[in-house]
Structures are given as C-alpha cells and as structure tokens.
C-alpha cells in the first residue's frame, strides 16, 4: 500500500521523521571555483565545509535510526567474544539463512580475502558487471574480470526492469572456452554500482545458479547493494510482489554459496563481511582475516558499528525503511527528464545517473566529460557528485586510455539524509547548467597516480571554461547563492 496525494502529483513520502540535524554551508560561486581548483577538478579531494549537498556516495554516509543510535551506546567492547559480535553474528544468520559470518572492516576488505583465497594466475572471474575495487582486487591476484551483461546493460535509456541480469548464453560461452576449472566463482553484484545502481532479477539468479551447479563453479553475491536490490525485485518481478523483503533475501542468500558486503551501504553503518554455508570456504578465508582485518569477532570494526550494523539488516526487512532511496531517485531522474536532462533509466539505486557523453557530446572521453561535468555541477551548485566514466578507469599496460563504456556523473542520495527540497534544488541547477552545457570543456590529468588515479589524482580544465561558467551563473542568478 503506498500514500496517493488527492492533487494526483507523484511525490514520494518519507515514512521517517528527521530528529537530529547537521547545519549545511553553501558558498558564493566565486568560492565555489576556488575549492574546486583546489581539489584538481577532483570531487573526492572537495573539503565536506565547502560541499553544500554531498552526493558523492552512499557510503558510510546513509542517516541511521534511532534504534541503532541506541544499540551503539550498549556495545560491549571486548577483543574477543564480544557479545556485540555475537548479535550481529545471529542477526545474519536469521537473515541469510547461512551458518557462518566472518568479519571485515569494510567491502574491499572481504573482496582482498576472497580474491587472495580463490583467484589464482591465468584465472577468469565472470559477472555481471565490475566495480572499480572489485576489478583492482581479481587483477592484482592474477586474475580476470569477464563480463557478461546483457544487451540492456549498456543501454543508457531503457525501460528493462532488470538490466542488471547476466547473459546467461554468455556465460555458458565463457565457461567452455576457458574452462570451469580456470573458473574460482561467478560474481553476481547487487544493484550493479557502475552502470546506473541496476538491479538483477530473483529468475536470473536463479539461472545463473543452475549454470553454476552444472559446472561445478561457486556463485557469489556482492550484497553491499542488496537493499535496492530488494525494493526493485519486490516492485517489478511479477513472482515476488506477494512476497515479504524477507522471504526474497531467503531465496536469493539460498541461491549463493559465497555473500559479501560493504556495510557501508547494506546495514546503514560501516563494516563489512562474508557470509557463508561452507565450513571448507570459511576456514580458507578465515586466516586472511585474522591476518589482515583484526580477530575474529570484530574484524576490523568498531563494536559499536557492530550493533549498528545487526539493527540496520534487521530494518533492511522493513520496505518502508528501504523505499526512500530508490523513491527519491526515481523523483528526480523523472524531473530531469522532463527538463531533457540525458539520465539513465529506469532509475535504479543508489543515485541519480546523469549521462555525462550525451550531456556534453563536443567534450571527448580522453577530456573526462564525466569529470567535467562533475566539477561543473559543483561550481554550480555546491553539490558534490562523482564521475564515473573514463577517469576511474585505468590505463592499459602500455599506458593506453581505457575509454570506459558509459561517461556518467553519479549524483548519489543517500539513503532517508536528504529532504525533497533539497532534491529540487538540485534538479533546478543541473537543469540550468543544461541551458548552459556548450561552455563546459574537458579536463586533463596534471597529477596521476597508477592506481585507483580517481580517488587522488589531479586535473586541470583545459580552458577558462569554468570562469566563463561563474560568469554566467553570476549574470543569471544575480547575487543568489
Ligand atoms: N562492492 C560494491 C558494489 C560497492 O559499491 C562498493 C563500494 C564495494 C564493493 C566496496 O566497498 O567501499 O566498503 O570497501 N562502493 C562505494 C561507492 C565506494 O561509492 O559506490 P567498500
């Protein structure tokens, strides 16, 4: 059952009410030009004081509950055999239905010791489709990373529920050429980050895992965007709509052998962990983590993120704690639209996708259009998004541009942190810097580190573009903020 306003307007209603605030700061546009030529045209290297609305991530940033507000406060903080431990342990068991849990300080962390565990030299990981740390961790382990998406995958402009499936022929394809043996697993990524937070579909999963038993090959789930994951499966797949959030976490966790997860983003809080039925794969990973993340009762998190993290799954069950994220973004991605803003759909998780080679076409992918049109956003909004596009990629080895597949600028909403005016402003000023789109240009990399160059690397615009830009926000918007 959802709210209908009697107007007929769609907006969406947040079933949560704000309680304790943090007090934003939005500087003049002139000040605006001069964080950002500080930051190399980088939004990561942004300062938050100079960041009006931060929609960088969602990670480690979404708004928590009241309930885990106060579970935090009885952490109980022991080395070993903490009982904070003990309820997150019993929490996921209950959720994933799976006997063991180990514990990491974050996403990266479980995918180090998975991808140290099971990838060797010469070895293919399948999935649906990469994410940047995912990609950095096989690789550095010998390891490849094949994608097989669909035909919608790419498709910035779709109406397929579910382009976050993979080719099952693909696969199949995939496994006779190089072999199941030079397969360790298939990799499944919930609300597939790179390509616009898209979900998979519960029959895909279902599929893949068929394929999975026929060649003996593992499946495992990258659940740190599990929760959109739910909202879209119990929304658009016809089998699943009777179905409570819960019993669809059962299906899809009985289908994996192997669940990590970034708790930065499932759970609300920060951490991470693997998840498993195999006593054989938990003693193989269990040496990595006492070896790099901690004992194995907290490893390498807090126990009060701990207690944080056991409430915030048990409230991830709870569709109107889930719903915000994707109702927000499914509002502004609709309101774009209507300003002819180029932006994927069908709106998936995790953020707003605004498609940054459509947006800018006279701006080439080895100009970063993404990164351009991410600094542009901020110098004229105060909004902090993130390109995802060219500049994250890396270079080939002989230090060949790897011109990404899609150039998109990800404005995230984390999850029940932003109110609705707050999104339309938002949507106000991407829309004016469209009107505006012809003085942008490309950006070039003046410092660039091997890897990961995103996180800390920095540019230069490749013309005045951006003080042109100032001017003319300064001509439009008179002395407005
Ligand atoms: N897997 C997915 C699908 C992710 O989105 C992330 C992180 C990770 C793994 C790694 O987790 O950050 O806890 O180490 N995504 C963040 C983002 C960084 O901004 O999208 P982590």
Redesign the pocket.
Known sequence: MTVKFYSGEKIPLEMHKVRIIQKLNLLPVEERLKAMKEAGFNTFLLQNKDVFLDM?????VNAMSDRQQAAMLEADDSYAGSASFTRLEKTIQEIFRKKYFLPAH??????NILSTTFVRPGTYVPMNYH????HAHITKNGGKVVEVFTDEALKLNSDHPFKGNIDIKKLINLIQEVGAENIPFVRM?????LIGGQPFSLENLREVRKVCDEYGIKLVL?A??LQDNLYFIKQREDECQNMTIREITWQISDLCDII??????LGFA?G?GIITDSEEDMRAMREYVTLYEGFLTYGGMSVREIEAIAIGLEETMDEEMINQGPLFIEYMTNELLKKGVPVVTPPGG?GCHINAMEFLPHVPQHEYPAGALAAAIYIASGVRG?ERGTMSEARDENGVENLANMELV?L?VPRRVFTLSQIQYVIDRVSWLYENRHIIEGLKYVDEPKVLRFFVGKLDALSDWPERLVEKFRADFGDSL
């Open positions: 960088l991530t969602d990670s480690g974050q996403g990266r962390a479980c995918e994410f940047t740390t995912t990524e919930a609300g597939t980050n990258d740190s965007l990590y997860f970034s708790a930065r983003k920060r991470g995790l993130m990800r995230a």
